[in-house]
């Protein structure tokens, strides 16, 4: 099973500011790789799929980076909108598929 | 507009069983797999089974395999996860989940449904 782990837990930016979300795996998923947005009491909505292409409607200050094991979500010009725990998955290898643990995103 | 739409949750006895059910509209049901995701309270995100667009294929974690099934049923374009010997470790909210495939991403989630397994 590939272990996705997410760092920092937790981060608190001002608005404006950039914020950059790291992600690793404990094996290489090549750009196999999205990332979910969740606010309290919503399901997820994806963000970032094959590590770098944005969704369907979501914004260009949300981007994505990474290969093989590294990953990295970064968010511009901060909202308070923006304030939500952010998960990375892979799915390059499966059964199954593996999320990490979050990290929550406070704007101050 | 993709819609997913879960029912059947509740609370149940350790032991027992339910049977949760997703309505889909707005793509094509037998071209995508779809999949049921959990997060337990205050917990991350929890994949639990998958199946494909056809119906004949499927997988689960180990934490449910051999107690819970996803199935299809393309006549009806309905998702269903059957859940049995639940334990108090399964209480969690359970996602309806679109994939494009088997290597994609979850593009489109239900708004969830909790289960709760308390005495």
């Known amino acids: 099973e590939i272990v996705m782990t997410q760092s920092p837990a937790t981060s608190s930016v001002s608005p404006g500011e950039r914020v950059t979300l790291s992600c690793r795996a404990s094996q290489s998923v090549n750009t196999k790789l999205a990332w979910y947005q969740q606010k309290p009491g919503q399901a997820p909505r994806l963000l970032i799929y094959?590590?770098?292409t944005r969704a369907t409607g979501i914004p260009a200050r949300f981007s994505g980076s990474g290969s093989g094991t590294e990953f990295t979500l970064t968010i511009t010009s901060l909202q308070s909108e923006d304030s939500a725990v952010y998960y990375c998955q892979q799915y390059n290898k499966w059964p199954p598929y593996t999320f990490g643990q979050g990290t929550k995103l406070e704007i101050k | 507009d993709v819609q997913l739409v879960e029912s059947g949750g509740g609370l149940v006895q350790p032991g027992g069983s339910l049977r949760l059910s997703c309505a889909a509209s707005g793509f094509t049901f037998t071209n995508y797999a779809m999949s049921w995701v959990r997060q337990g309270p205050g917990k991350g995100l929890e994949w639990v089974s998958a199946v494909s667009g056809s119906g004949g294929s499927s997988y689960s974690a180990d934490s449910v395999k051999g107690r819970f099934t996803i199935s299809k049923d393309i006549s009806t374009n309905t998702l269903y996860l059957q859940m049995n010997s639940l334990r108090a470790e399964d209480t969690a909210v359970y996602y309806c989940?679109?994939?494009?495939?088997?290597?994609?991403?979850?593009?489109?989630w239900g708004q969830g449904i909790p289960v709760t397994v308390s005495s």
């Open positions: 094959d590590a770098s």
């Open positions: 989940a679109k994939m494009g495939g088997w290597y994609e991403p979850i593009d489109y």
